[in-house]
């Protein structure tokens, strides 16, 4: 299939086209809602479907649905059972109906940098976590890193007080609802691919994410400025159905899980730099970014730190010590 890779190949709305397969090859169908290209998520699909479309080629050929195109979140999950999509990659924020243990990497101002994220993700209890929902029939292939977020409103943000009464984007989660509410603003769940026409139009006043999120999807244009709160983790856990990795020759999915092994770790070591970067094209765009002094980070840590006691039970407490522990 190499002269049929259509990488690159952009309509006006950035959808890139599918690779075409080949009869007999194994199609593997990659749906997920971020921009395909300048995003980590998104050059990580990207890189997966290069190498299996080269490597695998006339065994397996992968298509990527990027910007939710195809499905949002939700219902992507119900297509992994159903057989319509192979790969999904939601955030860890998403998973709510399925286990309440991926609640721990929600907890805010939990880990201090990527570094730690790495040491949790990677350790045993991180591991252990791949196999929470295989009860369902899912299974966690690994996780792959987005960063740490940051809040924007329409109006300047320095102290959680300037918080209090506005509306907040936030994914499907209670930790995210009890995270704002803790600040005496209000939060509403809301579809990824919604988020922008929601605070364009005023329906929530502010949300909170990644620079690579809201550089990719310009959420910046329609905020009065970002600030560095650094409060939260948004990290995905790339997920199949057991069925369809049974389903699979043995050697076929030997070469994929190690295709995949090895692109998610180079995705990873690159996460970092491309929210950097983004960063940095935000400030270019002229887009205040605040950032806080100690003080003022202090002040938003004792406000939200203390919804972790009300999500303890769900995530087991063996599962944050060995978060905390991570940071050292
Ligand atoms: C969000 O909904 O804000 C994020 O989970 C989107 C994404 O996939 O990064």
Not at 67 to 78: A, G
Not at 295 to 302: A, C, G, K, S, Y
């Amino acid at each position: 299939t190499a002269a049929t890779v259509a990488a690159g190949m952009f309509t006006a709305t950035q959808a890139v086209a599918a690779e075409a397969c080949d009869p007999g090859e194994v199609v593997i169908k990659f749906s997920h809602v971020v921009s395909a290209t300048g995003h980590p998520k998104g050059d990580f699909a990207t890189a997966l479907a290069e190498r299996i479309n080269n490597e695998m080629n006339g065994k397996a050929c992968m298509q990527v649905f990027p910007s939710s195109q195809l499905f949002d979140d939700d219902k992507v999950m119900e297509a992994l059972l159903l057989g319509d999509v192979q790969i999904a990659a939601p955030s860890l924020a998403k998973f709510e109906a399925y286990t309440l243990k991926y609640r721990v990497f929600d907890l805010p101002f939990l880990f201090s940098d990527m570094d730690a994220v790495n040491k949790f993700t990677q350790g045993e209890k991180g591991q252990e976590l791949l196999g929470a929902m295989s009860d369902i029939g899912f299974v966690g292939l690994g996780y792959v890193y987005n960063g740490i977020k940051h809040f924007s409103a329409n109006k300047p943000l320095v102290t959680p007080a300037d918080a209090a009464g506005l509306k907040f984007r936030v994914q499907t989660s209670d930790v995210a609802v009890a995270m704002i509410e803790a600040m005496e603003a209000n939060a509403q769940k809301l579809a990824f691919k919604e988020v922008y026409g929601a605070l364009q139009t005023g329906v929530v006043d502010g949300q909170e994410n990644t620079w690579s999120n809201i550089y990719t999807k310009k959420f910046f244009e329609v905020q009065d400025g970002i600030t560095e709160t650094s409060h939260q983790l948004l990290s995905y856990l790339a997920v199949t159905s057991q069925e369809w990795l049974d389903s699979l020759d043995p050697e076929v999915r030997d070469q994929f899980i190690t295709i995949f092994t090895e692109v998610t770790n180079d995705a990873n070591a690159r996460s970092s730099a491309i929210n950097e970067a983004n960063k940095q094209k935000i400030i270019e765009a002229g887009v205040e970014v605040r950032t806080l002094t100690p003080e003022q980070r202090q002040q938003w840590v004792d406000v939200m730190k203390p919804v972790w006691g009300k999500f303890a039970d769900d995530i087991g407490q063996d599962v944050i010590d060995a978060a905390v522990a991570a940071n050292n």
